[in-house]
């Protein structure tokens, strides 16, 4: 586990040193700030793609395997990209770095092969926390480097630093990451791109939670792509400001699912964790219109990332739990598939009702949906009351 954390934490912070120059990057070849939404989707949309796949993948060959390959190719998108010389090399190394993410659901698939189903939700969270870190560190490190030397915006430096760090992890993938499958259980039929939709469609219980797990990445994405905006109308915040702010959500994220996740679904199971997560994430959404001054923001927030927090790696966990040792990496794919297509629709939708009725509409309607998402969870906890006291 400490050795796939590692790993993960690594890619990741590469993945976030992206992220600052990325636009300024698509700016610099002339693009329009619509083209430049596209440039910023269409990682999300080879994520889409891919990650059933790549799961599918893990699922026959091994994660190991999967993993090393996908790092390789993640810092081959990188070097494209500090090399591009035109906005469709972007485009093409932005797909490429998209299309390799998909290693996450074998990563995940891998947490599942290692760990008990009593520790699942814990070892998800590290995962998620893992994850997080990386997004809290990588921008302030892409920043930095994008600066370097002064004068105009180095677009080279923090591509390079980032295929460094892919390049680093895939070696320490071949150092010191263990195969988690036996030879005897890489023995799965191959069923393409749809066949895990469709295995996750025709179970009821897998299909409430793939959605739900949709639900639930919908509307953050939609608070993430919204927020500097709601923040620099409500408070008039600069980018400074702002990018404290994503810190600090960050930062209560990764220790709600490095350190709180675990106790929690050991205490209560990860149904009733995820209506608590759910409940947390409704009262933030309704606060924020009221967040008149930084202290109530600060509660607001805290709410919105420790519901997201518990939620995700409960989520992940019940996932893996209801699919076969044979299937876990499909199933996540399935999930983290659902989950690229939220961050495409979410943004979009918050856009749009923000431009339409104003900053607080994202958030009012995001808490509206999640009570969709509560009669879902509360479902899912009945279920889970009467297989115990069936068994």
């Known amino acids: ?74 810092c081959a998108a990188y070097v494209v990209m500090a090399h591009a010389s035109s906005l469709l090399m972007l485009f093409v190394a932005r797909g490429l770095a998209g299309l390799f993410a998909g290693n996450i659901s074998a990563a995940q698939a891998y947490i599942a092969d290692i760990t008990t189903p009593e520790n699942r939700a814990r070892g998800m969270g590290l995962f998620g926390a893992a994850f997080g870190l990386g997004f809290i560190f990588g921008p302030m490190i892409g920043g930095l480097l994008a600066g370097w030397g002064g004068g105009e915006v180095n677009f080279q430096i923090a591509p390079l630093f980032a295929a460094g760090l892919s390049a680093f992890a895939a070696l320490l993938t071949v150092l010191i990451l263990k195969e988690s499958r036996s030879v005897q259980s890489q023995n799965v039929t ?51 400001k702002v990018g404290y702010l994503f810190a600090y959500v960050g930062v209560v994220a990764a220790v709600v699912q490095g350190g709180l996740i675990g106790p929690a679904t050991k205490r209560w199971g990860e149904e009733r964790v995820i209506v608590l997560g759910l409940c947390a994430l409704i009262i933030g959404f309704a606060l924020m219109p009221l967040a008149q001054n930084l202290e109530v923001l600060l509660v607001a927030t805290a709410l919105l990332a420790g519901g997201f927090g518990l939620c995700n790696p409960a989520l992940n966990s019940l996932i893996s739990l209801r699919a076969s040792s044979d299937s876990q990496g499909a199933a996540l794919g399935v999930a983290q598939s659902g989950a690229s297509l939220a961050r495409i629709l979410g943004p979009a939708f918050a856009g749009a009702t923000f431009s339409a009725w104003g900053r607080h509409a994202p958030y009012m309607i995001g808490a509206m949906l999640l009570l969709i998402g509560i009669g879902i969870a509360w479902r899912l906890v009945r279920s889970s009351v009467s297989n115990e006291h069936s068994d």
């Open 190 to 240: 191959r069923r393409g791109w749809f066949g895990p939709i469709r295995a996750a469609v025709r179970r009821a219980d897998m299909k409430h939670l793939v959605c739900l797990f949709l639900l639930v990445m919908f509307v953050f994405a939609g608070l993430e792509a919204t927020i500097a905006l709601w923040a620099e109308g409500q408070f008039s915040w600069g980018p400074l």
């Open 1 to 74: 586990m400490p050795a796939l954390i590692l790993i993960v934490f690594i890619d990741l912070l590469g993945f976030g040193l992206i992220i600052p120059i990325l636009p300024f990057y698509g700016l610099h070849f002339g693009a329009s700030p619509g083209v430049v939404t596209l440039l910023m989707a269409s990682y999300s949309f080879m994520q889409f793609i891919a990650a059933p796949i790549i799961g599918s993948l893990s699922d026959r060959y091994g994660r190991r395997k999967v993993i090393l390959i996908s790092l390789l190719g993640t």
